[in-house]
């Protein structure tokens, strides 16, 4: 069983279009803080990934549903559920909620990408462990 990981989010008035409900692109920018601060509570900073293991994460695939709007001050929770961890990459579901109402749900497809060499690599072995911990399993 996988676990799901909540981050609130807050919409502001920068993230309306001028029909006054949230710009569909911010979906993307709710979805990509939930991974980001997934991560952090696993205990890793993408800045400390990429000077000590050369490596940052990088969407390379991703398929998103928009099924209600948010508006302007509306406090929602993003969350993001590991599906599927490969050797070099991660496949998340995603869902941007207000209250038990789903607004926005996401396929997300993560790439561990050495930079260097701008190719595909192992997400580290340390990273692994912590990711297949979370998702509550060991192999």
Known sequence: MTV???WPVRV????TDAGGVVY???YLKFME???TEWLRALGFEQDQLRAEYGIVFAVRRL???????AHFNE???TTCQVQRLR?????FEQVVRRDTTVLATGQVGIACVDVARQAPVAVPDEVARAMRAAEGTTA
Do not use: K
């Open 4 to 6: 799901e990981f909540e």
């Open 12 to 15: 502001y008035y920068e993230d």
């Open 24 to 26: 569909h692109a911010n």
């Open 33 to 35: 803080r939930a991974r």
């Open 63 to 69: 398929a998103v549903e928009m099924q209600r709007p």
């Open 75 to 77: 406090a929602l929770v």
């Open 87 to 91: 050797r070099a990459s991660v496949e």
